[in-house]
């Protein structure tokens, strides 16, 4: 009678040991794919994009392309941003894409003979635009070149910056819009995009 009473309690014993181990297994598994599927939608998952408008302090002078003390302060409010950003998304290029309005730049460009020198110069000095396609760019390689160097005092060294020009042509929604020829400050901005290279990605 007490031998199979222990002959019992020792099944019963093996039959839990045997559901916790499957409960175990179960919740690992589960864990698991939770861990996999945060891993796949941070890779997948669009950084998102920072406009810098006039509105904000974000202000050229007319014609311009230098950085006033206003937009560096601007621009340095916004650098935890960025930096959480950047390390959020695992982001190893910034995009500095530059918008203007549509008010013709008269002027003739020196551009094609300066701009070799553009990426190794803190200060832009003596870049002529010629049109708003030019003026874009400058504003953008001004903002990438003070961009580079508050990231680097930082510890920030292994994000690549590349200044671009969008001119007039694109509307402040993303549509290819461009502008009249009237004085539209909402079309005037820099825009902050974040981006990963394939090989980051994968």
């Known amino acids: 009678m007490g031998r199979s009473r222990t002959k019992r309690r020792e099944g019963e014993t093996n039959y839990w040991i045997g559901y916790t181990d499957l409960l175990s297994n179960s919740l690992l598994v589960l864990l698991l794919t939770i861990a996999v599927a945060a891993l796949a939608r941070a ?66 460009s020196n551009l094609d003979l300066l701009l070799p020198k553009a990426a ?45 020009s969008a001119g007039s042509l694109i509307a402040t929604d993303g549509k290819y819009s461009p502008a ?7 079309r005037r901005r820099i825009e902050l995009r974040f981006t990963r290279e394939e090989k980051s990605a994968s």
């Open 120 to 164: 190794s110069s803190p200060n832009l000095k003596g870049y002529q635009s010629g049109s708003n396609t030019d003026l874009g760019l400058l504003r953008a390689l001004a903002v990438s070149n003070y961009l580079k160097a508050q990231l680097a005092a930082q510890g920030i060294e292994n994000v690549t910056v590349r200044p671009y």
């Open 43 to 108: 890779n997948n998952e669009k950084p998102p994009f920072l406009p810098l408008t006039e509105k904000e302090s974000f202000r050229f002078g007319t014609g311009s392309y230098q950085l006033t003390p206003q937009f560096k302060a601007a621009l340095n409010n916004k650098l935890p941003w960025i930096q959480e950003q950047i390390k959020k998304y695992r982001i190893d290029i910034v995009e500095v894409v530059g918008h203007t309005d549509g008010q013709p730049s008269p002027g003739s």
């Open 180 to 186: 009249d020829t009237k004085d539209r400050a909402d």
